[in-house]
């Protein structure tokens, strides 16, 4: 990405619960556009770290900026410019398909007419015309991945937060996942991506590997494997959390 | 506005696609009035009593066809011995045992007094105070009645009962305006903090609360929809007391709405309350059962008067559970007249 413009600014984020720092002086930045890989082993502060960029927790110290608006004073400016995605949570299982986009686009305070709009637009581009009045419970795990992701960019967010979007999702259906987010990016959205899957994190611009509450490495995957005399993202993974261990 | 209109559309949807919970939210008055109205009584009806008659005369007999025809008793069989007394209260069916002493008709002629003994099975105080209460005061009557014959005239002081709101002393009465907090506690408290955790526990109240909707909006907009449900079930029940139970409703139906309304903000606000602590909607469950129904039931003086309670103990329970005050207030609204 050529494009220098920033739209997540983060300078020594620090959150602390009681003793504990589950986030420690983190300091990155976001360009437009990008893919941005945030990779950590589980509790090394990834989600925290997502939380406070999404406005669910306030940091302890820190600064950050996310769309050009403070995290501190200005989270509901940010709510409204931002989606959000979680492995944990799809959609609404016991509402159809219909039901759950003009939901979501009502939430964010889409009109009538620009509902119905995307909900066409949405249902064309994913092939689900027919089974439009479907309960999500009924349509298998990928193609609920693909819509609920497609629900989380409904109101044309520059920048997107995924929580581990494909956990538990075959490599195929992965792959076409992929394929969604890379025409968002195209589309100047920016992507924030947490994932378990070093194979993932090889398709981001670039990545960041959290240990234990600090950023240990940030570059793209290239220039990692690199510096670290790798052949894959999950033998650099491997490296810095063993390094960090023996110290 | 309309995001929040969207949020209840939503809600609306959860509930009417559970269409076997909703199925079960607006029968439960329904099957709770006909158990409570028909099932629990606490009236006496038809217990079994047993007689051991010594002096087999025209008074014993009388004072026998006195209880038999009041309803209230059955006759089970005449006994001879009051060693056998104790083999029938093993068996359980029989809860009275009445003597009368020997030459009784005799004695009260000459000495102008006789006596009867009553025996009852007191395994269960309640049912036994019931009895002996009823036939005491049904041998009573009797002997006013005798006494209005006798040619000399008695110097008795004779008490008028009066049973004010309730004549019969009906426990219909008692019970199904009672049941209205009960069932209002059970959807509002219950169904709410199961809602709202349900949310929690699928991890879609994370995603809510990044979106743009404001935190309120989003309790009051999973709460909007059992707050009509509620206000709908004891509608029903008002319906159906009134109905078929023939109770009459003579207080003010304005203050009985206001009250009720009320009411269910405060149960919501218990089931909110819940829902912040529980992460499962098991645990909710639980919490909503064991913390608020059972107290409902036990310490509210829905079955049994808060008047019995040792007074610290009452200021406490008045206090944690608001709604208390709420079980005499449908039997207040509901027997008072302007």
Redesign the interface.
């Given at each position: 990405m050529d494009n220098n413009h920033k739209v997540i600014e983060v300078t020594d984020l620090t959150k602390k619960f009681g003793n504990f720092t589950a986030v420690s002086q983190i300091t990155f930045d976001v360009n437009e556009g990008e893919i941005f890989g945030f990779l950590g082993a589980n509790g090394a502060g990834k989600t925290t770290a997502m939380k406070m960029l999404?406005?669910?927790l306030s940091p302890t110290s820190g600064k950050a900026k996310v769309a050009g608006f403070d995290v501190y004073k200005q989270s509901?400016q940010i709510?409204?410019h931002?989606g959000?995605?979680?492995q944990?949570?799809s959609l609404?299982e016991?509402?159809t398909i219909v039901?759950n986009i003009?939901?979501?686009a009502?939430?964010?305070?889409l009109t009538d007419e620009q509902i119905s709009e995307k909900t066409n637009f949405l249902l064309k581009k994913l092939d689900l015309e027919k089974s439009r009045n479907e309960?999500i419970k009924s349509l298998p795990l990928g193609w609920k991945q693909k819509l609920a992701f497609s629900v989380a960019i409904i109101h044309d967010p520059g920048i997107v937060?995924l929580d581990e979007p494909t956990g538990g999702v075959d490599p195929i259906t992965r792959r076409q996942f992929w394929n969604l987010i890379y025409e968002a990016s195209e589309n100047k959205k920016t992507i924030f991506v947490t994932t378990h899957y070093m194979d993932e994190a090889e398709y981001c611009d670039r990545i960041s590997i959290m240990v234990d509450g600090k950023i240990e490495a940030l570059d793209s995957p290239v220039n990692l494997k690199e510096k670290y005399y790798c052949k894959s993202i999950n033998e650099v993974f491997i490296h810095l959390a063993r390094k960090n261990k023996n110290q | 506005m309309?995001?929040f209109a969207?949020?209840i559309?939503?809600e609306v949807?959860?509930i009417t696609?559970?269409w076997r919970s909703l199925i079960v939210l607006i029968c439960i008055p329904v099957i709770q009035l006909f158990l409570f109205g028909y099932a629990i009584r606490t009236e006496l009806n038809e217990a079994e009593i047993c007689i051991i008659d010594h002096s087999k005369d025209y008074i014993t007999q009388e004072i026998t066809n006195k209880l038999i025809s009041s309803g209230y008793f059955k006759l089970n069989a005449y006994i001879e011995n009051e060693k056998q007394i104790e083999h029938l209260f093993k068996n359980g069916s029989v809860k009275e045992v009445i003597i009368f002493e020997q030459h009784f008709a005799k004695k009260l002629e000459k000495e102008g007094k006789a006596s009867i003994m009553l025996v009852a099975d007191a395994s269960n105080p309640n049912i036994a105070t019931l009895v002996t209460s009823y036939t005491s005061s049904i041998i009573r009557t009797y002997q006013l009645e005798l006494n209005a014959k006798a040619i000399k005239a008695n110097t008795l002081i004779i008490p008028e009962v009066k049973m004010m709101y309730n004549p019969e002393l009906k426990s219909v009465y008692m019970f199904v305006p009672g049941l209205i907090a009960l069932i209002l506690m059970l959807v509002s408290a219950l169904m709410t903090s199961i809602a709202i955790t349900r949310e929690k526990e699928?991890?879609?109240m994370?995603?809510?609360?990044?979106?743009?909707?404001k935190p309120q909006m989003i309790i009051i907009g999973k709460v909007v929809p059992y707050v009509i449900i509620s206000f709908f079930n004891s509608l029903t029940v008002l319906a159906l007391s009134i109905l078929i139970f023939k109770i009459p409703f003579e207080g003010s139906f304005l203050l009985f709405t206001f009250e009720s309304v009320l009411f269910i903000i405060t149960a919501l606000a218990l089931g909110i309350l819940i829902s912040t602590i529980a992460n499962s909607q098991l645990a909710a469950m639980m919490m909503s059962l064991g913390g608020l129904l059972m107290p409902t039931v036990l310490l509210s003086g829905f079955i049994y008067p808060v008047e019995n309670m040792p007074l610290p103990l009452r200021n406490t329970f008045a206090t944690c559970y608001s709604y208390i005050g709420f079980f005499c207030f449908p039997r207040t609204v509901y027997n008072t007249t302007e």
């Open positions: 999404t406005g669910l509901e709510k409204k931002i959000y995605m979680s944990k949570f609404y016991d509402l039901e003009s939901f979501y009502g939430i964010y305070g309960l937060f | 309309r995001t969207n949020f559309l939503k949807y959860h696609r559970d699928m991890g879609s994370e995603v809510l609360l990044v979106s743009p909707l």
